[in-house]
C-alpha cells in the first residue's frame, strides 16, 4: 500500500486530461453506433466513422501510456493498481465509465458531498451494463439482422433481447441463431450477470442500511436494536 | 447528520396526515385500476376514475410542498433525506408502500415491538414489487390487448407474464410484441430485479440469523461456535 | 430473550416426540403422492391416502397444541418463538424439514460436531424447495393433466416443469395453461427464489469462509491479510 | 482446530505429486472429450480414450489413498478437511480446479503475492462452472443427438444450451427432450445455481471493497466515511 502515494505529475495530467477524454469517449461511442446503424447511407459515412474510432482509440493509448511513465512504475505492477483503465483501454465502450470518477472528482474540488459507497457500486455497474448492452445490441444486431431464420431483426428487436438477457428473463422469442451471435450473446451473459448481481446486491445491502439508519434515528427511549422483537 | 433533528412542526403534520394520505393512496390506486380495467362498460366510468386520479395526486402534491415548507430546508437538501416522498410523488401507484410506516408508527405509539430490521425490507421490498407488478399488468394490458399478433390477450394473461418477468422465469408462453409494452417490460425487469434481489437476499440473511440464535439459545457447555465444525 | 429459558416438561415432550412426528410425516407426504398419482388404479387406494393425510394431519395439531400447552405462554407469544412449528402445521409437506433438526439433536446426544451455520442453511432451504417442488410437481400434474392444450402431460413433466421454475431458468418448452396451474406456479416461483436464493447465498458464504480459513491455516511469517494483494 | 498442524509428509508428498496430477486431470479431460465428440471416426480411438480415463482416474485414486495414509486420521475426519480432494476424487472433470491451488503454491513459493480472498473465490467457482458446463455439454450431446424431436443436434447446440442454463437465462430455442438429458440439465442448473451465485457475490463483495479503499487512499483532509453522505 506504501507504493500508492499520489504521484504529483500523474495527478496533473490525470486532472487536466480528464474531460477532453470524456468527450472522446462520446465521440467513440457514436461513431462506432453510426458505423453499425447507418448501414441503408451512403457508404462514405461508415468509413469516417471508423476513422473516427480509430483515432479516439489512438488518444486513449497515448493516454494511457502517458500515465504509465509519469507512474514511473513498470507495467506489470501498473496494471495491478490501473486495471480499470486498461481493461477501457480495450474495450472503449466502457470508457464512459469514467463519466462517475469525473463526478466524483468535480463534486470533490467543489467541496460538495459525494455518493455514498453503494450509490456508486449501483451507478457504476448499472452505467456499465448499460453501456455493455448497448455495445452488445449493435455487435448482435450487425451480425444477426441478415442470417437465414433469424428472429433479430431490427435494432430494436436487437434492444429488447439484450434487456431480457442481461436481466436473465430471457423468453426466447427473439434469439441469435448464428455462431458469432452467440458467442456475443454469452459474452453479455456473464458480464450482464455479474454487473446487475452488483446492483441488486448492492441496492439490497443499502436498502438494510437506510432502515439500519431509520431505527438509529429515534429517539433513545423509543429505540430497540434491529432484529430484536421477532 | 446533525441536521436532521425532528422538527416538531413537521412532525405533527405527518402524523395528523398518515391516514388520510393512506386512504387516497388506496383511492388513486382504485381509479387507475378502474380506468384500465373498465374498457368494456360506459366512458363515464372512465372520466371519473381519471378526475379521481387527478385530485389525488393533488393531495399528494399538497403534503409535499407543506413538508418541505415545514422543514425549512431547500428542495435539494429535502430531497436528500426524503427521497422516498419523492419517488412516490413520481409514481403515485407506490403511494400504499407508507402502510408499512403506518403500521411501524402504530405499533410504536402503543409501545408494541416493530418487526424485525430484514422482515421489514422484505415487507417494504415484498410490497413494492406487488404494486409496481400491479401498474405493469394493467399498463401492458392497456398497450398489448389490442395489438396484432399479442398473446397477452386477457388481464389474467398480463399478470401471468408480470409474475414470470418479475421472478425472472420468463416462460415466454406470453410476451410483449409492441414498442411501448416492451419499454415498460424493460422497466419491470430493471426494478423487479432490484425489488426482488432485495426481498432475497434479506430472506436468506434473516434465515441465517435464525439459525445464529438457535446457537446462541443452547446451553453454555453444549454451545460451539458457528461453522467450527465443518 | 430471558423468557426463553428451557422449560424442561416442554423439552422432554419434543425429545419423545421427534422420531413418531418424522415417520408421520413421511407417511403424510407418501399418501399424498398416492392419492395424486394413483388416478389410474382403484379408487379405495385413493380414499385410504386421503384418510391417512387427514390422520397425519390430526396427530401434527395434537403436537402442536400440546407444545403450546406445556410451554405456559400464550398462542401470539408462542408463534413469535415457534414460527416454524406453526407453518409446518399449515404446510404439513414441509413437515420432512425437522428431519435436520432430527439429525441436530442425534449428534448432539452423541457429543458430536453439528453442521456449520452456512450448510445448515443450506440443508435446511435445500430440503425445504425439494419438498416444495415436490408438492408443487403434484398439485401442478393434478391440475393440468386433463386441460385441453396443456403441455405438461406426465408427471415427469411436472418435475422437469418445476425444476426449470425453481431455478428460474425457464425455458417454457412446458407451461401450465390453466388459471390453477399459474397460480400454484407463482406461489411456487415466489417460494422458490427466496429458498433458493438463501441456499446460493449461503454456498457463497461458505465457500469465502473456507478460503479465509485455507488463509488462516498458512504458517505465520507466510501469511498475508486477505485481500492484500490485489 | 488444533488437529490441522502441517504433517511435514504430507506436505512433501503434496508439493511433489502436484505438477503430475495437473497433466493427468488435463488428459482425462481430453480423453473424455474424444470419446464423446469422435463417434464419427474410427472406433479405437475411443476405446483408447476410455482407457486413459480409467489409467488417470487410478492415478487420482492412488494419490488420494497415499495422501490418507500420510495423514495418519480415519478415513471420516480426513474427508471433513479435504472434502475438496474426495469431490474431485468422485468427479475427476473438476480435478484442473486444483490448477489455482497451483498457481497459489508456486507464487508463494517464489514470495509473490497470491491473488486476493474474492478473486480467488470467482476464479475457482469460475472454473469449476465452465469445467462443469463443459461436461455437461458432452453428456447432453451424446444423450440427446440422436433423440427423436431433439433440439440439440451440434455440440454448438449443446455448449450454447450450456451457456444459458447455467446463467439462468433459458431462451428455450435449445431444450432437452429426452429423460437423461433432463436428469443432466437438472444437476447442471443446481450446480451452476451454487457456482453462478458465488462468482456474483464474490464479483459484487470485491468491486465494494475496490471502492472502500478507493475511498481509503484519499488524504484525510478529504475524506469521508463512506455512506456518510446520502
Known sequence: ????????????????AELPLFYASLVFLAAY???????GVDRVWREIALAMMLLMW??????????????????????????LDALVLLLPLLRPLRLVKLYTTL????????????????????LG??????????A?????????GATILTFGDAVWWVCETLTTVGYGDVT??????????VGLMICGLALLGAVT???????????????????????RPPGASS
Not at 453506433?33 to 448501414?39: K, T
Not at 448482435?140 to 437465414?148: F, G, L
Not at 441469435?176 to 450473446?185: D, K, M, Q, S, Y
Not at 446486491?201 to 429515534?218: M, N
Open 1 to 16: 500500500m506504501d507504493a500508492e502515494r499520489a504521484d504529483t505529475a500523474l495527478d496533473r495530467w490525470e486532472q487536466r
Open 140 to 148: 448482435v444486431y450487425h451480425t444477426e439482422r441478415t442470417a437465414p
Open 129 to 138: 451494463a448499460v453501456l455493455l448492452g448497448w455495445a452488445g445490441a449493435l
Open 58 to 83: 489512438l488518444v486513449f493509448l497515448t493516454d494511457f501510456v502517458v500515465r504509465l511513465r509519469l507512474s514511473g512504475r513498470r507495467l506489470h505492477r501498473f496494471l495491478r493498481t490501473h486495471w
Open 176 to 185: 441469435p441463431v448464428t455462431a458469432w451471435g452467440r458467442i456475443i450473446a
Open 201 to 223: 446486491g448492492s441496492f439490497s445491502s443499502w436498502l438494510i442500511q437506510v432502515f439500519t439508519r431509520e431505527d438509529e434515528r429515534r429517539p433513545p427511549e423509543d429505540r
Open 33 to 39: 453506433s453510426v458505423r453499425i446503424l447507418a448501414h
Open 107 to 126: 463534486q470533490r474540488r467543489r467541496d460538495q458531498p459525494v455518493l455514498s459507497l453503494y450509490a456508486r457500486v449501483i451507478v457504476y455497474a448499472g
